[in-house]
């Protein structure tokens, strides 16, 4: 259920969020299921969209020390990407 799964994003707050729209694959059980309205679908995706962008993920490590794993250079190579034991990229 949709507002289910909002509740879920409000509660735990995940750091990545995959907002796609629904697409049954054929000679599934979800396939015979009844189609949403585009607007349905369309205002869902909003809703998802604002309330993952409406709260930061990490907040709680700004202005700690944490162990990070390097795994590349940045686009700009005076610049690594790393990730921390959570896997938080840094």
């Known amino acids: 259920d949709f507002e289910g799964t909002l509740d879920l994003m409000r509660k735990y707050r995940f750091p990545i969020v995959n907002i796609a729209q629904f697409y049954p694959r054929p000679g599934t059980v979800a396939a015979k299921l009844p189609k949403l ?3 349905v679908v369309k205002d ?3 809703r998802a ?3 993952f962008e409406s709260y930061t993920t990490w907040g709680g490590m700004v202005g700690t020390t944490q162990q990070v794993w390097v795994v590349e250079y940045g686009k700009d190579p005076n610049y690594v990407v790393a990730h921390t034991r959570n896997y938080a990229q840094a």
């Open 37 to 39: 309205p585009t607007s």
């Open 44 to 46: 869902r995706s909003r």
């Open 49 to 51: 969209t604002a309330l």
